[in-house]
């Protein structure tokens, strides 16, 4: 089956510092999906990314599908206090029904 | 207001005690399902329904039961609990299979 590994696991940076976080499959996948939950809430949809090598921006989220289509990565500009959570990917592959979740990277911000 | 509800938010039970976990969503979707959230594993699929009176194992069905008589509510049942099954859990519903997940607010199940 599909594996999802998602790294770091964890981070701590010092707000106003960028951070990146790596989702990469075993297989190829026909999309991929990122999420957000906050400590002791529950995941939030972000974005959804389709083409091979697509790039697109949330204020400050960049988000990039690889060109293999076999990974993706989030990188947040100039972390803030309001940042802090567990980003989840989960990607789709070519031959599953389901979007298969990673274990995710939780973020820390220092104030 | 477009949202998941899932109820009880917290329950503590007894090894073997059936339970249910209840969940409805107004937003007429057709695709929901249920995931347990456990440290360091991310977000594992029980089970979903494409629509109803349709539901399917997803990765890890097993002590799980579940039904969709109505498009709205896709209840979670344990008729048997044991202790690894202590976990949060959360609902979830797609308008179909290959949309944004909008998820519950989340069920911490303690089976004692």
């Known amino acids: 089956g599909q594996q999802v590994m998602q790294i770091p696991q964890y981070q701590h940076v010092q707000e106003g510092e960028d951070f990146t976080t790596y989702c990469n499959s075993s297989?190829?996948?026909?999309?991929i999906q990122w999420y957000k939950q906050r400590p002791g809430g529950h995941p939030v949809f972000l974005i959804q990314?389709?083409?091979?090598?697509e790039v697109k921006k949330q204020k400050r989220l960049t988000f990039q599908f690889g060109e293999a289509k076999k990974n993706s990565s989030l990188h947040i500009t100039a972390t803030q206090t309001t940042d802090v959570g567990t980003y989840f990917c989960?990607?789709?592959?070519?031959?599953?029904?389901?979007?298969?979740f990673g274990p995710g990277t939780r973020l820390s911000v220092l104030p | 207001e477009a949202q998941v509800t899932q109820n009880p938010r917290y329950l503590i039970t007894v090894t073997g005690k059936k339970l249910t976990v209840t969940c409805s969503q107004n937003?007429?979707?057709?695709?929901m399902s249920w995931y347990r959230q456990d440290p360091g594993l991310g977000l594992r699929q029980i089970y979903y329904?494409?629509?109803?009176?349709?539901?399917d194992k997803g990765d890890v069905p097993e002590g799980y039961k579940v039904s969709r008589k109505e498009k709205r509510n896709f209840p979670l049942i344990l008729e048997s609990p044991s202790p690894n099954q202590t976990s949060l859990y959360f609902c979830?519903?797609?308008?179909?299979?290959?949309?944004?997940?909008?998820f519950g607010q989340g069920t911490r199940l303690t089976v004692v």
């Open positions: 979830a519903s797609r308008l179909v299979r290959g949309t944004e997940a909008f």
């Open positions: 297989t190829t996948l026909s999309n």
């Open positions: 990314l389709v083409k091979s090598g």
């Open positions: 989960a990607p789709r592959d070519n031959y599953g029904q389901n979007f298969v």
């Open positions: 937003m007429n979707h057709e695709y």
């Open positions: 329904s494409m629509n109803v009176e349709v539901t």
